[in-house]
């Protein structure tokens, strides 16, 4: 990324976005964006940057309420356009969510916890369709996991990460012992990851832990199971951390989790330290601030963390996938983005034990050679020897 963050934050386009990514806007917010709409000099770019930061539903809904008249044509039209189409992928997201649910989870007695996505449309905005999902997120428990796997594969889902998955009982336990996330495809052609871990080392959140603190709710006359308000808001700031604050519709989020009824900032703050994760929700809480405010404010008012924050998750936000990588090869730990999120004694224990990773086998390493159940602990004895073998043969092919 050639430019630099206070460049890019100029932008009267990104400003305008910045403000439009929130359910509610204030008379100052009304003030600042009329001021800003007669500078927007590419409103084709402008667009396609609230599409692919998924909020254009959101921004659509706000200039064509108030300030139609003032868009260029064919512009105002091009949004409602393509905010139909994303409404239409949503409404298919959700249905797929009740689906889910109704039809697979609730037949199997299975303890589940919904975040993310849907379950958090359905919660925290007025109008769920507003909120983009690209797929349905379920925690479960490594136990459940395989027969549920068994259930949906039987009943119209496919897999998709792995793609070779099978129904068979050595090909599910596999998955459930060595794979965090499986992916199936619904017959919807919807994505539904059911993770049995929210983070990727599982040092951050205890998967059962959560599972033990989750409440009821009914969504659509449809009975299931979310993260208590404090939880879910410790949650989304680690997690839209630790992929830098990319997409717009994430500061929808808490912007939507800060205007709730329900929303306690003493019981978040409280949440936060029992994760360690007071450092960072204090960053995003003020970053939200930040970004939220009506007239320009100066980066170097920010305290150390957050402008670091603010100046990666600008970037972030102007680009693309790979470079979202390219940051997070930056990582001080796989869970954590910035070195300030954690301690440097959780930091040297990944350096030093990180290694251990080169353990963990792939469904690739099943497939090559599978296993019953009971001697797929020989799997971590054999990874590095196949993981070095497969680099050799591709080395000798290359």
Sequence with gaps: MSESPDRLMADPSFQLLLLLSRLELTQDHIRAVDELIPRVED???FTRQASDRFVLPIV???LSRRWRDRIPEPYIDVMKLYTLRALQHNLNISAEFKHIVRDVLSPLKIPHLCFKGPSLAYQYYPEPAQRLCRDV???VT???LPKLLQYALKNGYRAHDPKALTASEDSVAFVANHQK???????RNVAVEFHTKIDNTGSVFDAQHMLE???PVTISSVDTWVMPISELFVYLCWHHTKHYWSRLHWIVDITAMQNHQDFNLNEVLTRAEHYSLGNTVRSCLEMIDFFSSPVRRNMEELTPNTRELVRTSILAMHGDVEFEHSLSRKKPTPDFSFAWQTSTAEIWQWRLLGWRRIFRPTYDTYVAWPLTRNWQWVYRCIRPFHEAYM???HKKNG
Excluded at 181 to 187: A, D, G, I, K, R
């Design 137 to 139: 997120d379920i925690l």
């Design 213 to 215: 603190k989750r409440q």
């Design 142 to 144: 490594r136990k459940d």
């Design 391 to 393: 680099r050799l043969g």
């Design 181 to 187: 996330v499986v992916t199936l495809l619904s017959p």
């Design 43 to 45: 409103w084709d770019s």
């Design 60 to 62: 659509h809904s706000h």
